[in-house]
């Protein structure tokens, strides 16, 4: 005991001999109580569904979706990053446990003994050493917790690795049924070019209309049969491009639902604090935030004393056949006290360098909310203003609708040029164009509200 007092008096010196941490900068988040954007007529109370993708009722999407997430190139790097940290995870906490091992050896020598005479000796021996670290201080409590954040930020980051893939998936997938709309408008209207222009020939023929109006309906019927290849030219893309993030080779993809009968599903109800909550990206920067205070912690404890027991049991024989028969049995117990007296400085500037870490974590989570917020808002403005446009879509078809049906009887009738149903025609194209086009933007945005509100989406 008398010996051991000296020892506990400078440990207790040296716990206030820890590095010192500079505290963290004041938060500069402020969290909104409601949203600016316009709120929406559907708003559904409960909250977002995990599978949200299959509120589109299409199962070509659903079956398109499940494959991504089964075996999207990323998804399947960020798993096995998963796994990488999980092991480092053990690795840091097996620092925690007592260590064990066994040293056997066989040695001969030739020494002078003590009348200067010399000996040749043979020597034997096997013996098992122990060695624990007293955790006083939670330092490596610290580091091992310092992993576990890291993994759980990891897992986080594959959570939102996978919302991504869900969405881009549901997007391309919607985009696609949206050219697949706009081909078969484009076919149709051909179909009506060609059959105005035959018209136009025909009068011309007879001597009724003049060689420009045919011209005219020509022209008009090449600018039609114009628009197909470069649909087609897309959609084949768009095909390749959910090939890819589906985890295949390039090639055709599977339709479910017409997008006339496409419908979003209601908009998730959700305050900011449920935002929070829901998005894996900010339980990624919250989880790092974790993982630096608690690498400060272990940076910060390397300038305190640390505290070892060694124990070590075993044989040994100058004999090879005495070793298991008739040796000596040696052992020893023993326990260390380290600490640091002078290091340059180096243990304080790593603490410095943890610190700032920290301090960037703070911000990134910060950062990332306000990031969270303006997608959220831009998302619920979005399918607001969508359906403001859908409206004005639906008045602006009725009138062109019912222009060109004036301008074609007043053509048909001699009351006037073909010219006149020639802009009613592109008129109504024009408008059925923007109506598919509309209808495809708020599927998508719908898509986009749910990967900014979270999406609903959890690890299995």
Not at 53 to 62: I, V
Request: neutral net charge.
């Amino acid at each position: 005991m008398r010996a051991a007092v000296p020892s506990l008096l400078a440990a207790l010196l040296l716990a206030g001999c820890a590095a010192k941490v500079a505290p963290p900068p004041p938060s500069t988040l402020q969290v909104p109580a409601g949203w600016r954007a316009p709120p929406l007529a559907d708003v559904a109370s409960r909250p977002v569904d995990q599978a949200w993708w299959q509120g589109f009722n299409d199962p070509a999407l659903t079956a398109l979706v499940t494959q991504a997430l089964a075996n999207n190139g990323d998804l399947r790097v960020a798993r096995f990053r998963i796994e990488d940290f999980r092991a480092r995870v053990r690795s840091t906490q097996s620092a925690q446990e007592p260590t064990l091992s066994f040293d056997t050896g066989a040695a001969r020598s030739r020494t002078l003994l003590y009348n200067g005479q010399p000996h040749v000796g043979n020597g034997y021996q096997a013996e098992f050493q122990a060695a624990y670290e007293i955790d006083v201080w939670g330092r490596l409590a610290n580091a091992t917790e310092a992993a576990a954040a890291t993994l759980r930020a990891e897992e986080a980051n594959s959570d939102a690795a996978a919302l991504s893939v869900a969405s881009n998936v549901a997007s391309g997938y919607l985009t696609l049924r949206g050219l697949d709309a706009q081909l078969e408008l484009a076919q149709a209207t051909l179909r009506l070019r060609e059959q105005s222009r035959d018209l136009a020939r025909r009068q011309f023929e007879v001597g009724y209309s003049s060689r420009l109006e045919w011209l005219q309906a020509q022209a008009e019927y090449d600018a039609a049969a114009e628009q197909i290849p470069q649909l087609q030219r897309q959609i084949f893309e768009q095909e390749n491009a959910l090939s890819i993030l589906t985890g295949g080779v390039p090639g055709p993809i599977a339709r479910g639902t017409t997008l006339a009968d496409l419908a979003p599903p209601p908009v998730p109800a959700g305050l900011p604090s449920d935002l929070l909550r829901r998005r894996p990206d900010i339980a990624r920067a919250e989880q790092t935030i974790a993982a630096a205070v608690a690498q400060l912690a272990a940076t910060r404890d390397q300038l305190l004393p640390s505290f070892r027991l060694t124990a070590t049991g075993g044989i040994q024989s100058t004999e090879f056949s005495d070793l298991f028969h008739g040796p000596t049995r040696l052992w020893r117990l023993g326990g260390s006290l380290v600490a640091p007296l002078f290091d340059g400085g180096r243990v304080q500037a790593a603490t410095d360098s943890a610190a700032a870490q920290r301090n960037q974590a703070i911000a990134t989570y910060e950062n990332t909310v306000r990031q969270a917020f303006a997608e959220t808002e831009n998302g619920l403005n979005a399918i607001a203003r969508l359906r403001e446009q859908v409206i004005q879509n639906d008045a602006r078809r009725a009138t062109a609708a019912e222009t060109l049906r004036i301008a074609h009887n007043r053509y048909r009738n001699g009351y006037a040029a073909y010219l006149e149903e020639l802009d009613a025609q592109r008129s109504l194209y024009a408008a059925d164009v923007a109506r598919l086009q509309l209808r495809t933007r708020l599927l998508t945005a719908s898509v986009d509200l749910y990967r900014a509100m979270g999406g609903g989406w959890v690890a299995p």
